[in-house]
């Protein structure tokens, strides 16, 4: 029996005639960091909206426990334990920084409608408990200080780690983390490395994350997936990845830092 919390086998993607990814597999155990990384174009977001539902990959496999999650829904695949942040911010910008974590709460709650609009004690009772646990979450990124504001007047970095607050609201088993540092500068990249480490221990999560950031890919990373052009050229530790030949013509060798 698989000791994978994550089991993604053979999938392949398809637009058309273009093979946008081609026959991927790989794992994550239960608690493991994983990277998934290559240049522009190389299919990473691609594997992440297979892995979550947007797209219904043309062949292969996703199991999360040993279920099969191709077929699900977005939200369905939320709810079984698999949630992700995205590249391009997605923060409901005109709600405050608190109903955006409150919103993702309420996948598990267990009071209904009726409950809701009698706002009996098992309705407040239960809304204490997810104003509680969101501001808990808040707190991680010292971000419960501006639970009041809006979300988009916040600064462009701190918004990126709401999308991570929310992501963590949903109490997920697995997390994928779409360029969490993109547009960030050094000190907020070196705080957000920490951050992601620690509520991996913390919480158990079990993180994948697509970054450009070498130094924080390699910082924290156990394993790393290497794609160019829709390929898994390289997957191992970040000692293989830095000196692995094909990575190095195909992704770090071109890179100008």
């Avoid at 026959?23 to 998934?36: C, D, H, M």
């Avoid at 109903?99 to 009772?125: E, M, P, Y």
């Avoid at 504001?149 to 600064?155: H, I, M, T, V």
């Avoid at 221990?201 to 390699?218: A, G, S, Y």
């Amino acid at each position: 029996m698989s000791d994978a919390l994550l089991e993604v086998s053979g999938i392949t993607m398809r637009f058309g005639g273009l093979k946008a990814v081609d026959n991927l597999s790989f794992t994550l155990k239960k608690g493991q960091l994983g990277g998934l990384i290559g240049p522009n174009g190389a299919g990473k977001t691609t594997v992440f909206n297979m892995l979550t539902g947007v797209y219904r990959p043309t062949h292969g496999d996703v199991k999360l426990g040993g279920r099969s999650m191709v077929g699900l829904r977005p939200y369905q695949i939320s709810h079984h334990g698999l949630t992700r942040t995205f590249q391009n911010i997605r923060l409901f910008k005109n709600l405050s920084v608190l109903n955006n974590v409150l919103i993702a709460t309420h996948q598990h709650a267990r009071t209904g409608l009726w409950a809701a609009v009698a706002r009996n004690q098992a309705f407040r009772k239960e809304d204490r408990e997810m104003r509680e646990r969101a501001l808990d979450l808040l707190k991680i990124f010292k971000l419960d200080g501006k639970a009041d504001e809006q979300a988009g007047s916040l600064p462009y970095g701190q918004q990126r780690q709401l999308e991570i607050v929310r992501a963590m609201a949903t109490q997920p088993k697995v997390i994928l983390l779409d360029e969490p540092a993109a547009g960030m500068n050094h000190s907020e990249t070196h705080s957000l490395m920490e951050t992601i480490a620690r509520i991996r221990q913390d919480f158990q999560l079990t993180v994948l994350l697509i970054e450009h950031d070498m130094k924080l890919v390699m910082g924290i990373c156990e394993n790393i997936v290497v794609l160019d052009h829709g390929v898994k050229i390289e997957e191992g530790a970040p000692e293989r990845i830095r000196s692995s030949p094909k990575v190095i013509e195909a992704y770090l060798g071109v890179e100008e830092e």
